[in-house]
């Protein structure tokens, strides 16, 4: 599917409720399966990644009812799961192959889990060595792609003290999952703050799990506690109104209910630093804080991105390049290598879409440049790269183009936003 998209003439404006978190999403299908009884997951997200999750957990004897916008969930038990009837085709989503490894590390049956091109040519090896130093049998392919297979096994997992060397929260997010089926206490420590969804939803789980800085230790064989979740909105599908209300002119937006975990906000902060009018209201919760978001538009100009800032804004990346293109002088964003492994090379995708709206962006060492400045872009025909970060932050630049532009194979919107395209036309009047 291809989407036409014309410039956004008159600002973009009104309000708009953007789709649940799809990181706390998996996160609570996980967990609330392998607590001791039943969790309503309130307002989950129906993209096609959670389901895969949701799949996942079905085919292991996990009993999951949906009602209006929830999800009942019949926890088993840690240990409960049943051993799934073939493989768990988990399609695009990377966050269900790491995090659900350390679950099924832990297990007395074994499994394969395999994925969609894109999944299928992501590395496995940061979660695979982890697991390994617990005890785990876990093989991948060609040492560190997918299939991963795991093989079930007896006693518990060894407890252990890692150090990451990539501030990933999935793979965090993997060994404090295994670390539930460990002997003991586990560690992790990550050179920079990830995201913190699982530590906040286990400790509400009430696990026995204590963070000090950047290291988590959990003590393992201990049953979670079932609990009623509520979502919030994702902040990373509402980056693409942040962006948009920012660079497109007469915008006034407001984003109600998106999630504002400070290990996500890292959008908004480089954007206010860059000059953005964003204004956080009502802000409320207590697992995770969510509130409204209002954005006007602004003039913006050039910033430097931290290394450190990237994980907690790793998803906006892509949409904060369409922002530093449009704003007045320089942007440095350091530390972009991860980009290169996420659902498309990320940098490359862009690289390529911004060369046919004539802008050039270049990198220095592990730094992405980009010399701002542009009012308007050429119209063109952009594309997806099967990866639905790309297709929407193409959606953004089409807004301010100088006609109407094409962005092409749309369908991977649907893993983290079926609907993107009816609310941005929605605010666009
Ligand atoms: C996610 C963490 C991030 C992010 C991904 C979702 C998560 O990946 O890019 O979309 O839910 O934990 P990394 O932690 O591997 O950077």
Redo the contacts with the bound molecule.
């Keep these: 599917m291809d989407w036409k998209i014309k410039k956004a003439a008159g600002g973009l404006k009104g309000e708009l409720t953007v789709p649940p978190d799809k ?1 706390i999403s ?1 996160r609570a299908v996980m967990f609330a399966a392998i607590s001791g009884g039943s969790c309503r997951v309130r307002n989950f997200l129906f993209s096609e990644d959670c389901m895969r999750t949701l799949e996942a957990f079905r085919a292991m004897g996990v009993n999951i009812e949906k009602e209006d916008d929830s999800v009942i969930i019949h926890g088993r038990g840690l240990k409960g799961l049943k051993e799934p009837p073939g493989e768990l085709y988990l399609g695009n989503s ?2 269900t192959m790491r995090i659900i490894s350390g679950i099924l590390a832990g297990q007395s049956f074994s499994t394969r889990l395999t994925g969609d091109e894109s999944l299928s040519k992501r590395p496995m090896l940061r979660i695979k060595d982890p697991l390994l130093e617990m005890g785990a049998d876990i093989d991948t392919f060609n040492g560190n792609f997918p299939p991963v297979s795991i093989r079930g096994r007896k006693g518990p997992l060894k407890a252990i003290d890692y150090k990451t060397s990539v501030a ?4 965090k ?1 993997c060994i404090l999952a295994a670390g539930l089926y460990a002997d003991g206490q586990t560690s992790i420590t990550e050179p920079f703050q ?2 913190d969804h699982t530590e906040r939803m286990l400790e509400y789980f009430s696990a026995d799990i204590e963070r000090e800085g950047l290291t988590t230790r959990i003590k393992g064989l201990k049953e979670l506690a079932p609990k009623d979740i509520r979502v919030p909105g994702d902040i990373s599908s509402a980056a693409y109104f942040i962006v948009g209300g920012s660079i497109v002119k007469g915008s006034d937006l407001v984003i109600k209910n998106a999630g504002l975990n400070s290990t996500r906000r890292g959008l908004i902060t480089v954007l206010e630093r860059m000059g953005a009018d964003i204004e956080l209201l009502d802000v409320r919760g207590d697992v995770e804080p969510a509130g409204d978001i209002r954005v006007r538009s602004s003039d913006l100009k050039g910033t430097v991105v931290e290394a450190e800032e990237i ?1 907690l804004l ?2 906006e990346v892509p949409v904060l390049m369409i922002a530093a293109v449009m704003a007045e002088g320089r942007t440095e964003i350091k530390g972009i290598s ?1 980009l290169k492994v ?1 659902e498309s090379d990320r940098i490359k995708s862009m690289r390529d879409n911004f060369l046919k709206l004539d802008v050039d962006i270049h990198e220095e060492g592990n730094s992405l440049v980009i010399y701002g400045g542009v009012k308007v872009f050429s119209p063109a025909s952009l594309k997806s790269f099967g990866d639905h970060r790309i297709a929407m932050s193409m959606a953004v630049a089409a807004l301010v183009s100088g006609g109407d532009c094409s962005v092409c194979d749309t369908e991977c919107v649907d893993t983290s936003y079926p609907g993107f395209l009816a609310d941005l036309e929605k605010v666009m009047g």
């Design positions: 990181s998996h990377g966050t990933s929260a999935q793979v997010s990830s995201r994980p790793i998803d991860e996420k």
